[in-house]
């Protein structure tokens, strides 16, 4: 797991992520999370809806952002808040790369709420445009994320 | 092709401030493992009593996307509840949904307290709001949803806001 590399502050990017989903990735998640809907494995039927494959599911879309924003900053780090919207379909198969950008610090007790504008692209195309926040705790890294 | 989804569009809008039955689950260490594997997780807190105790935790967390991720924490639809485009799970199965092709939009999660292997929760989803709106593939209906997850003691673990997309 990576650690803080530098206090966060406005404008600081965040190490950019690549995901390579596969239909078998698809599948288990849809399994995992009991989604029936045939756009995320029946082929035949997601080319019917428009789509040119099997669809990578929102939710999955949503822990990407999620995993880049908390890898980021550590264990020292929660997530208190996450939006996202679904801009273009990704399919399996499709290499996703998850960036952000801090767009605001503040503090909140010993702490701090650092806010990541996130976005996921498939080659230039973007796909998912999101939110996080989350309470990075500098001072006390691998010790009561929990609390 | 342009479709009329008039009737669909007016059958969510007398639903519009309802709610759905409320679901009852308990975040069991396999299930957890299971999401956080499918989703690619690999921190140890996930799989590790003793890394989510070094971590803080006073047991296994779940991935903070899981509460809102999985549409049916029962035994699920029957084979004959399932809607054509395979839908039709728990956390929806209520809505006016039929003759609709479905996808999610986005949504927007306030996460209020962490979520440990064996809590048991209630889910209870609320109609907020549909909209029409005309998208590259014709019309479509924006349909917005909240569900609010709280634990035994009544404490909010989750609100979750989400957007699914009717074509």
Known sequence: ?147 | MTRDLAPQLAALQAAVGLSGPVLEGVLDQRSVERFARASGETDPVYFSDQAARAAGFAARPAPPLMLSSVLDWGGGPTLDQLRPDGSGAGKERWLPLAGLRLMGGGQSLELHRPALVETAFTATTTLREVEQKTGGLGPLLLIVLVTSFHDAAGELLLTCTETLIGR
Not at chain 1, 19 to 33: D, H, N
Not at chain 1, 71 to 96: E, H, I, V
């Open chain 1, 1 to 147: 797991m990576s650690s803080i590399v530098a206090e966060p502050h406005v404008g600081m990017r965040i190490p950019a992520q690549l995901r390579e989903t596969t239909s078998a990735q698809l599948f288990l998640f849809s399994a995992a999370t009991a989604n029936p809907h045939r756009i995320h494995y029946d082929l035949p039927y997601a080319r019917d809806e428009g789509f040119d494959g099997v669809v990578v599911q929102s939710h999955l879309h949503a822990c990407f952002l999620a995993d880049a924003a908390l890898q980021a900053f550590g264990p020292g780090s929660a997530l208190r808040s996450l939006s996202w919207q679904n801009r273009a379909p990704a399919y399996a198969g499709d290499a996703l790369v998850i960036t952000g950008e801090v767009t605001a610090v503040r503090p909140e007790g010993d702490s701090l709420l650092v806010t990541i504008s996130l976005e996921e692209h498939r080659d230039a195309e973007l796909c998912v445009r999101g939110e996080a926040t989350m309470c990075v705790a500098p001072k006390q890294q691998g010790k009561a994320r929990n609390s």
